[in-house]
């Protein structure tokens, strides 16, 4: 048990991880700008903690204390109630089945509310994203990247919007590969609407994922979150066909703070349709024209997924490693040895023994 997880536990006097999850994503809503901004810098990162022992500490009454408390477990039950019919699985910060890539961002989601393989939020992921207008050279070139990546073994992510995002994701269902959408609505809300079927045929082997409960809608303050959790999920992000103001842009300004990879399909420079991916360029964005120039700019020599002997064949089976051990040795990134490692963990090759080391599973 971290020593989050105990305070959270201690201070909320609940048990249940995903229950407090709940809770503390309840709080963060009644938690107000004008409040963060007047705590100190280092108390940001943990605010609903903070919140709720600042409420418990200053509490003049006991009992109003309790009551609100009460209040607040009464509409996480709901939400934990509606997940369950819905068939969504509630899964919180603090909870293994959480995606480490995600939770290693400065502001992940407390709790996220996943339709579909869990498993797959862990996977080795690109995300492909773009313009919701995009021309049929941006629908093409969205298609033929993800259909190649999903053939190497890599998740591909995207946030189910019209254009880029559903191109990518179409492509990678009808290759049978693994697709996550990231919602910036509630579970149960997909929108645009008529993804919905979509959205369904994605859950077969990938997943949805929202970090709003069931029946929160669309807002357009949303989507800014929602594109972090997109490049969080993910080693790198492809942009393809973004204009200035797209939100793509919104999503590599994220994936740049969060230190994963930016890289720009280029295209035609009359109409303004590739604007913002130019600008990423000049700012230091790599250029891609294929699944293969991703792949080589990861340095994956041609996939992402791991292969049996890329990792668990450089150690005897009684030495101990760490992520900087293999970028050390293979030359890869250490957002990329990470993603390789959690699928070898997955898969039972290796085992997590604590401090951020690995050791090798005997077979």
């Known amino acids: 048990m971290t020593a989050l997880e105990a305070a959270a536990l ?7 991880r995903r229950l407090v999850a709940a809770l503390l994503r309840i709080i963060t809503n009644r938690f107000t700008v004008e409040d963060q901004e007047a705590l ?3 108390e940001r990162d943990e605010p609903l903690l903070r919140w709720a022992c600042r409420c418990r500490a200053s509490s003049q009454d006991p009992s109003g204390w309790q009551a609100e408390l009460a209040r607040i477990e ?19 910060l603090l909870d293994r089945a959480y995606p480490q890539l995600l939770g290693a961002i400065h502001d992940p989601p407390p709790l996220l509310w996943v339709r579909g393989d869990v498993a797959a939020l ?4 690109i995300a492909i994203v773009g313009s919701r207008a995009a021309t049929p050279y941006g629908l093409a070139m969205a ?4 259909t190649d990546l999903v053939a190497a073994g890599v998740v591909v992510v995207s946030g189910l919007a019209r254009g880029v995002d559903a191109a990518a994701h179409v492509a990678a269902v009808a290759a049978r590969g693994r697709t996550v959408g990231v919602l910036g609505s509630g579970i149960d809300r997909i929108y645009p609407p008529e993804h919905r079927d979509l959205a369904r045929e994605m859950e077969g082997a990938g997943a949805v994922v929202s970090e709003f409960p069931a029946g929160v809608p669309p807002l357009p303050h949303h989507f800014p979150l929602r594109n972090r959790i997109i490049s969080g999920l993910s080693t790198a ?13 919104i999503t590599a300004s994220a994936a740049a703070d969060q230190g994963r990879d930016v890289l720009v399909v280029p295209g035609p420079a009359t109409g303004g ?13 790599k250029v891609v024209e294929s699944a293969a120039d991703i792949l080589q700019e990861l340095g994956s020599q041609g996939s992402v997924a791991p292969t049996p002997r890329s990792v668990a064949g450089l ?48 077979t």
């Open 237 to 249: 992000i492809v942009v393809v066909e973004a204009p200035e103001k797209s939100g793509a842009l």
């Open 143 to 146: 298609r033929q990247l993800s």
């Open 122 to 125: 862990s996977l080795p992921a």
């Open 40 to 42: 100190p810098s280092r």
């Open 10 to 16: 201690a201070v909320l006097g609940r048990q249940d």
């Open 74 to 92: 009464h509409e996480a039950v709901m939400q934990l109630s509606q997940a369950s019919h819905l068939g969504a699985c509630p899964v919180p």
């Open 315 to 362: 150690w005897p089976e009684t030495t101990d490693f760490t992520v900087d051990d293999v970028a050390a040795l293979t030359g890869e990134t250490a957002q990329l040895v990470l993603a390789r490692l959690l699928d070898f963990e997955l898969s039972g090759r290796i085992q997590r023994i604590g401090g951020g080391r690995f050791i090798r599973v005997l």
């Open 273 to 285: 349709r590739n604007r913002g991916g130019h600008l990423l360029i000049r700012d230091g964005a």
